[in-house]
């Protein structure tokens, strides 16, 4: 199957690239190489895989549109966005280039050639400040807290008018607190993991009062991918763990796994953060046979083993 990988220089598209070539893929990568965070991170992980690269933005209507036309995809796997809550904040405008025209022009090229299955990354942070928890696909998520959350709750929304109207496959996943070796640099394991080796104060957001459902990369890998392998006509999945972990408890895990005490800088909730995140992932073990089981302690020591590998540190 050839399979179009948007975003496949980042975290997650790197691993599901990897994997769907090792199963015997064909795929062809698109990335815009945003320096938003390191380019030279981006540029390692392609150097990993074994595809079919092309760099160019998909908010550039004319250049996608003509690639996808030649490359004709039998299934798009899209995950180029502009991630970051707080980020919103500060560059909104990036946010409606990637999320909303980048999607848009993903879904028209969708309608012009169908693949036989579109899959794209949502997110959790569309539940926004939802207090009843696990978070379920059924509940109404209506309220964003941020820009990002709105604009992957557009995505979804999007994608279900183009499902309805032209018949497109299309699938939302929800991911939750995707961590593990290659990760994005702005995401807590890393940040963390930098300030433990340099003996520099964590900043502990909410005074330590906030839990995450951690998913590990594989998991999300082996979801995402069990997805890709089962169209539907449009379905929305929560991806996660389904066992949200309280800050200082992930710390300290991640303490043990490079054998060094973090110092912390205990601080305020930040805007558009939320106090839990949990995932009902009963919606996706139905549908697909599977749902994330690696534990915080294993998924730590493996993103720990490759951190301390690619950028040192005792």
Not at 41 to 48: A, E, F, S, V, Y
Not at 71 to 95: C, T
Not at 264 to 293: C, E, I, N
Request: hydrophobic share 40%.
């Amino acid at each position: 199957m050839k399979v179009l990988v948007t975003g496949v220089a980042g975290f997650i598209g790197m691993h599901c690239a990897q994997r769907l070539t090792a199963r015997g893929d064909e795929v062809v990568g698109v990335d815009n190489l945003s320096p938003y965070y390191s380019v030279q991170l981006k540029r390692d992980r392609l150097k990993q895989l074994r595809i079919a690269f092309h760099e160019l933005d998909i908010a550039n209507a004319a250049a996608f549109s003509n690639l996808f036309q030649s490359e004709e995809p039998e299934a798009v796997l899209h995950l180029a966005a502009q991630p970051g809550v707080r980020y919103s904040l500060e560059n909104p405008a990036a946010y409606i280039e990637s999320n909303l025209v980048g999607f848009a022009n993903v879904l028209e090229c969708c309608r012009q050639h169908p693949p036989g299955h579109l899959v794209f990354a949502s997110s959790s942070s569309v539940y926004g400040a939802n207090t009843e928890l696990p978070w379920s696909e059924s509940q109404n998520v209506d309220h964003p807290v941020s820009l990002y959350a709105a604009t992957k709750k557009s995505n979804e929304l999007m994608a279900h008018a183009y499902s309805h109207l032209f018949g497109l496959n299309a699938t939302a996943l929800r991911y939750f607190t995707v961590y593990g070796p290659w990760g994005r640099p702005d995401m807590s394991p890393m940040l963390f993991a930098r300030a433990i080796l340099d003996e520099k104060p964590i900043p502990v957001f909410n005074h330590g009062d906030m839990q995450r459902d951690f998913t590990y990369v594989d998991d999300i890998v082996e979801g995402t991918l069990r997805v890709l392998d089962h169209p539907q006509r449009y379905a929305v999945y929560n991806i996660g763990n389904h066992q949200p972990v309280g800050l200082l408890d992930y710390i300290a895990a991640l303490e043990r796994a490079l054998g060094k005490k973090a110092r912390l800088d205990m601080k305020p909730m930040q805007p558009g953060d939320v106090k839990a995140t949990y995932a009902d992932t009963t919606a996706l073990a139905r549908a697909v046979g599977f749902a994330p089981s690696t534990s915080l302690e294993l998924g730590l020591e493996r993103f720990a083993a490759w951190f301390r590998q690619y950028y040192g540190g005792t």
